[in-house]
């Protein structure tokens, strides 16, 4: 049996990058380019007004204010995408709208609310311009050659904006990983059968399916395989077609619980089985060729926890993801908790802000055929290996969900 | 100019719920039912061992211990999708697997591990078991007829396990908002077109696409309408087919600024028009029919907070989402910070955890064309309007990306 942080060190060490796939830009949201993405020019490309107003030379103002108007001839207008040719010379402004080319001549501009427009042609200013006021000079925001988005961070909607303006109508990013999702079980129906006695209808595999989707990868719901050597067979061979395969149940110390032993037959490299986590123990690791095996224990919070403390990470690492963890905060435990196993724990918690403060309590039965626990938590606690008895006020980590 | 809050109090009334559609269960995951959901069923539905072990009447063990085990007769087996048909009595036991219907007359299982195997048919118990142990009683996770999801929260994949457990493979979930994105401006060029000179490339639509797509809307870009009136009006009509059109600059007070002339004569009724918030001043909103109109400003950090702070509330309420603002977190400040314009300010923000705190820095350059800022953020800092002077140290609150 080892630990959470070494099967997770292995899992992810195993984990291959996978190939690369050109898409267009809005198809690349959520996944991560191949490399570095360099800005192809500078943005803003051009000096421009960020206000409507009046460039002028502040130069030719230097005096102006409320007791000392000065006003100055409007020559031309520079509105966006429809520039002024000329220049701004003494005495003179150019009207000018937000994004508009700054025309030459101007370092300022003077918002329209600040000003008296007298006549047509003509502009009274009450105060006097900071050089450069009011414009957004090339490249302040990004300069050519600049790294946009670094490789190892998926294309967020904010990155969208910026890969537009640069003229990256299509991105190559990591393809995403092909999930096939096994359910073993000779008590296991599909969802639209009526269980007989003694029978459940299939569940864990939903959830999966939901998880990897999350994770950025294609579910594929592989056919329930009853707890026959020779079912398993079929299931597991037609599994291995994908990037990954996860298998539900079959991994404990059962009678019936022949997957490790039927992966095993086929030439899958079990890389651990058993991990010092609860829930989710039984949990069995394997490799063939690329693809990843998982065995995932039955009940559906170990199923839960476990994909998304290994296998989730082990995707996020396949299609690009540089961070492939999730962020933890600090909370302060609202209730006393015990434990004397030794194992890393992770409770379904509810965590709510109060008072500038997370606070976390565990959702009511810890079992793990509760999932009901798992659908009330918006959080997982993390109890460490060593912690044996906490108390109300202390601090646990969490992750949310 | 009315107050953020205000501001996003009108949009949510006039927020209609959309229709609603059956879908596939793997398709109900992130959308939201339309009503309740009951359990049809107990979970589990019978009682079960939550090992492999032996299924026991506790009475028959009463005095076991290490000193004086207790040896039984095995008299059959009830695995999981097998059940044992007879009935335990006095001096018996059935060897039981993880998920197996407990035998009758049977109230506890002792693990294997727990156990001495002697002979093939009988096993020798050295403690005594609790009357209930290592069994899941029927309906202790959930019982028929208790709501399993509340109208009002989106399917998760942790749901989904629960929705497939009680038979549900279709479920009846709110459409998707049909998002129209209009992007205006005469400097506005394509992004596979090369931008000539004061001319950029259309880049807040895409950060819009992606964004709705993030709140479970279905973009539709539409193509860019130059600042006249009577190609306005053409990309508007054709806008308002969706249920949502999102405009993208036009409602400053520039001398071309048609948007919300145009949107009058049309005859969409404007609720707001200029929102105390920074970024996002000249945000607009009218409603035409059912249909939501926003005139965003159309700098990318403004067009991005004003949708994460008025659009994504209202598609979440569409789509019927209960809870349609994000979660908010208290962090410490890690600069000073100071405002003098009365506004309610949204900062760029990178939130990291330090020693057990959340700490926030602003990202840079906080200047509304800054689109990097928006990039390298993972939050929003909230600067409320009475707020002037921040410390280092002081706490704000923040909204994750």
């Known amino acids: 049996m080892i630990n959470t942080s070494s099967a997770l ?8 990058l996978l190939g690369v796939k050109n898409v267009s830009l809005l198809d690349s949201l959520g996944r991560v380019p191949s490399h570095d993405i360099i800005a192809s020019q500078d943005l803003p490309p051009f000096n421009n007004s960020s206000m409507d107003g009046f460039a002028v030379a502040s130069s030719n103002l230097r005096r102006a204010s409320a007791k000392h108007p000065r006003t100055l001839k409007v020559i031309g207008e520079s509105s966006a995408g429809r520039a002024f040719a000329g220049k701004v010379t ?9 994004g508009a080319l700054m ?9 329209i609310e600040k000003v008296v427009e007298c006549e ?12 450069g006021q009011h414009i957004r000079s090339r490249g302040e925001d990004i300069r050519r050659g600049q790294i946009v988005l670094k490789s190892g961070m998926p294309v967020t909607s904010a990155a969208l904006a910026v890969l537009a303006a640069c003229g990256y109508s299509r991105l190559r990013v990591r393809r995403k990983p092909r999930v096939s999702i096994l359910p073993t079980g000779n008590e296991l129906v599909g969802i639209t059968e009526k269980p007989k006695r003694g029978q459940i209808r299939c569940s864990s595999s939903y959830a999966l399916a939901g998880y990897v989707e999350g994770a950025g990868g294609i579910p594929k719901l592989l056919g329930i395989a009853p707890d026959t050597k020779s079912r398993l067979r079929k299931g597991i061979k ?19 619980d022949f997957v490790g032993e039927v992966l095993a037959d086929l030439g899958v490299e079990i890389k651990f089985w058993k991990v010092n986590i609860k829930p989710g123990k039984p949990l069995l690791f394997g490799k063939w060729r690329k693809v990843l095996v998982f065995g995932l224990p039955g009940n559906p919070v170990s199923t839960s926890v476990t994909f998304l403390q290994f296998v989730r990470p082990a995707l996020l690492k396949m299609c690009g993801w540089q961070d492939v963890q999730p962020m933890t905060f600090s909370a302060l435990l609202d209730h006393d908790f015990s434990k004397s ?8 918690g509810v965590a709510v802000q109060r008072k500038g403060e997370l606070r976390v309590s565990a959702t009511g039965s810890q079992s793990s055929g509760a999932m009901s626990s798992m659908v009330k938590a918006n959080c997982l606690m993390i109890i460490p290996e060593d912690a044996a008895t906490l108390h109300k006020g202390d601090r646990v980590e969490i992750e949310f969900l």
């Not at 003494?90 to 937000?98: A, D």
């Not at 025309?103 to 918002?111: C, E, K, L, S, Y």
């Open 9 to 16: 060190k292995i899992v992810l060490e195993n984990a291959p």
């Open 103 to 111: 025309p030459r001549g101007a370092d300022a501009v003077v918002p």
């Open 90 to 98: 003494s005495g003179q402004v150019v009207r000018v709208m937000t």
């Open 120 to 131: 047509t042609e003509r502009v009274r200013f009450l105060e006097s311009p900071k050089p």
């Open 238 to 256: 037609a599994g291995l077609g994908s990037d990954v395969l996860l298998l539900t149940g079959g991994v404990s110390v059962g009678k019936y």
């Open 341 to 348: 196993d030794g194992k890393r724990h992770y409770l379904r």
